[in-house]
């Protein structure tokens, strides 16, 4: 699920208007970020992935024909656990016009469901965004600020088994059986 993560968040700030480039560094990272606060380039986001919560579960997700069988066999897809896993995103930025902008344009940008390599559905929730590093604007000092934006995001989705079983095309009804009594 790591991979689909940074995917969908990278093509989400992408298009929101983040560069996927400032003077040759990446503005992606995955936190927490080992370099100097100094040597990384602003704007840019920084990706945390929290642990993973796993929640046992028996759920018939969906039944479908199976792939190359449509005619004689369905397919039964079960979900064996749910997966609950929680991101924290941090852009950082100098320009605050800018951060609030593009905050707004990555919040409502995000999908709320993309599918996994398994094809199955990954819901995705910003459950909190919180703000940190804005200034009074009675002092103004010429120093560059840090502006920091939280995005606190859900990604949840199944771990799924498929099981095939034969379709029932004809049946054999016995009409000659007599009732006793």
């Known amino acids: 699920m790591r991979k689909l993560i940074f995917k969908t968040l990278t093509t989400a700030a992408i298009a929101a208007g983040l560069p996927e480039t400032i ?25 945390q992935i929290m642990d993973v919560a796993v929640k046992p579960s028996g759920r018939k997700l969906s039944k479908f024909p199976s792939p190359n069988k449509e005619t004689t066999h369905r397919t039964i897809r079960t979900a064996k656990d749910l997966i609950v896993q929680p991101v924290r995103m941090a852009i950082i930025a100098n320009d605050e016009k800018w951060l609030e902008d593009f ?6 940008g995000l999908p709320r469901r993309v599918a996994d390599r398994y094809n199955n559905n990954v819901s995705i929730q910003v459950e909190a965004v919180k703000s940190s590093g804005g200034g009074t604007k009675l002092v103004k ?20 088994t498929d099981s095939e079983t034969p379709w029932i095309k004809d049946t054999d009804i016995n009409t000659d059986y007599k009732r006793e009594g």
């Not at 560094?25 to 380039?41: F, G, R, W």
């Not at 000092?141 to 799924?160: A, C, E, N, P, Q």
């Open 23 to 47: 003077n040759g560094k990446e503005t992606v990272y995955e936190a927490p970020v080992t370099i100097s606060d100094q040597m990384l380039p602003k704007p840019r986001i920084e990706i």
């Open 103 to 108: 905050a707004h344009s990555l919040h409502s």
């Open 141 to 160: 000092i010429d120093l560059k600020t840090k502006l920091v934006k939280i995005f606190h995001i859900r990604f949840s989705g199944y771990v799924t």
